[in-house]
C-alpha cells in the first residue's frame, strides 16, 4: 500500500478553476475547497513538476469567509466548489478571477448579474456509473473516482426526484443498459417532461442553456444592448436552435450550428461545422444569395473551446456590433487579444452556474469608425 503524504498549506488566493493557492515552501500546492486565509494540512494526492494537487486534511485556521456548506456532499463532491462560503463572496471570487485573465484588454468595469438562486436550478444533471463498483454519482475529472450524491440540490426539483428514485434501492443497477460497465445517464428537463438518457452524447436532442431564468435575462440585456441600433443582418454564429436571436427584431438573420439532427437546413439556418477552414467563404456565399443581406450584428456563442479565428471573421465580415457571449473566460480572453479595429463597450459577467467556478459572460464590442 502506498504511503500518505502531507503537507502544510497557506492559502493566499484562489485559481480561476476556484481551487486555492499555497506557497509555504518551494512547492505550490493547489487545494480545493479553501479559501484565502485558510491554513492547515492537506493529504497530497498527485504531484507533477513541483506542484502538489493535495486535499484538505486539517483545518487549523479558518477564513473569515467560510460558512458551513448547505450541501451533505460538498466536501467530497467534485461538481460544487463555492458552497462553503456566502453567495455575495463567491461573486467576488469570479469577478476576480474573470478581471485577471482579461488584464491586457481595456474592457470597461465589468458588471455582475448574480442568480436568482444559488441550488436547485439546473435542468440536466449527469451522473456517472460504475457497475464495477457499483457506484453512481459525480465523477472527478483528474482521479475518476464516482461520489455518490443522493441528496444533491443543483438540480431543479424534478429532475433532483428523479435522481432520487436512481438511488432508492440502487434502482439504477437494473435501469442501466446491458453491456458496458462503466457509463454515463442524463436527466433533463424539457418541455416540461423529465426524461433520462443513458450513454447518449451530452444535451442529447440539442444543446439548451441549464439555468433557464439565467437565459432569459442573457436575451433580455442582448435586446437591450441591440436596441440602439437596427439590426439590418444579424449573424448568429454557434446559434443553436436560434436560442439567443431568435425573439431580437431584425430585417434578416442567419443562424450557423454544426448539430442540425432536428433542425433541418433553412434560408436562416446553416448546418456548418464553424472550425472548418471553409466555413467562412461557405457562409460568405449563402450571404450573397440572400437578396438585400446587409451584415450589421454578430452574435457568437462558441463551446469552450472559443473561436480563435475570430479576427480574421471579423476583418472579412466588418460586423457593426458584435456580442460575444462565452462560457469559458480563456478562451474567450485569447479570442479578444489585440483586436484593433473595435472597442468594447460592456462586459457582463452572468453567473448562470451558481456554486461551481463556471460562469458565462457576454463582451459588446462595436468597431470603430
Ligand atoms: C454554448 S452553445 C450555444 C448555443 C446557442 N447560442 C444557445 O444559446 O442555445 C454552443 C453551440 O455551438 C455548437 N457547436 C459546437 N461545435 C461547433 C462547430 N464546430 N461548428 C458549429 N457549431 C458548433 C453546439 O452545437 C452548440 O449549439
Redesign the pocket.
Known amino acids: 500500500m502506498k504511503t500518505k503524504r502531507f503537507t502544510p498549506f497557506k492559502i493566499s488566493r484562489l485559481d480561476s478553476l476556484g481551487q486555492g493557492v499555497s506557497k509555504v515552501s518551494e512547492k505550490v500546492v493547489f487545494i480545493p475547497k479553501t479559501l484565502k486565509g485558510d491554513e492547515g494540512e492537506a493529504e497530497v494526492m498527485s504531484e507533477k513538476k513541483g506542484v502538489i494537487f493535495g486535499k484538505i486534511k486539517t483545518l487549523e485556521l479558518k477564513s473569515h469567509n467560510r460558512i458551513e456548506p448547505q450541501c451533505v456532499h460538498f466536501k467530497d463532491c467534485p461538481s460544487c466548489h463555492y458552497l462553503h462560503t456566502s453567495y455575495g463572496h463567491e461573486l467576488s471570487i469570479k469577478k476576480e478571477s474573470f478581471e485577471n485573465l482579461f488584464r491586457k484588454i481595456p474592457l470597461p468595469e465589468v458588471e455582475v448579474v448574480g442568480a436568482p438562486q444559488r441550488l436547485f436550478y439546473r435542468n440536466r444533471v449527469q451522473l456517472h456509473y460504475s457497475l464495477k463498483s457499483k457506484l453512481l454519482g459525480m465523477r472527478d475529472p483528474h482521479t475518476f473516482e464516482i461520489t455518490p450524491i443522493p441528496n444533491c440540490l443543483i438540480g431543479l426539483p424534478e429532475v433532483l426526484n428523479e435522481v432520487k428514485k436512481l438511488y432508492d434501492n440502487n434502482a439504477w443497477i437494473r435501469l442501466a443498459p446491458p453491456g458496458p460497465l462503466e457509463g454515463h445517464v442524463e436527466i433533463y428537463l424539457r418541455e416540461g417532461k423529465i426524461k433520462t438518457s443513458w450513454n447518449k452524447s451530452y444535451a442529447e436532442g440539442?444543446?439548451?442553456?441549464v439555468y433557464e431564468e439565467m437565459?432569459a435575462e442573457l436575451k433580455k440585456i442582448i435586446t437591450n444592448q441591440f436596441s440602439h441600433s437596427t439590426i439590418h443582418g444579424l449573424l448568429?454564429l454557434?446559434?443553436?436552435?436560434g436560442?439567443?436571436s431568435k425573439d431580437l427584431s431584425f430585417k434578416h438573420r442567419l443562424c450557423?450550428?454544426?448539430?442540425s439532427k432536428t433542425t433541418p437546413e433553412t434560408d436562416d439556418f446553416m448546418n456548418?461545422?464553424?472550425?472548418n477552414e471553409k466555413a467562412l467563404e461557405r457562409i460568405q456565399n449563402k450571404l450573397l444569395k440572400k437578396t438585400d443581406f446587409q451584415l450589421s450584428h454578430l452574435?457568437l456563442?462558441?463551446?469552450r473551446s472559443g473561436f480563435k479565428d475570430l479576427q480574421k471573421w471579423l476583418m472579412v465580415l466588418k460586423p457593426r456590433f458584435v456580442a460575444y457571449?462565452s462560457?469559458d473566460p480563456h478562451t474567450m480572453a485569447r479570442d479578444l487579444t489585440g483586436l484593433s479595429d473595435y472597442s468594447f463597450s460592456r462586459s457582463i459577467l452572468m453567473d448562470f452556474f451558481p456554486s461551481t467556478f463556471h460562469f458565462e459572460s457576454i463582451i459588446f464590442l462595436e468597431r470603430k469608425e
Request: aromatic share 16%; hydrophobic share 35%; with cysteine.
Open positions: 440539442g444543446f439548451t442553456q437565459n448568429d454557434f446559434g443553436g436552435n436560442n439567443l450557423v450550428d454544426v448539430y456548418l461545422n464553424l472550425y452574435l456563442d462558441p463551446p457571449i462560457c
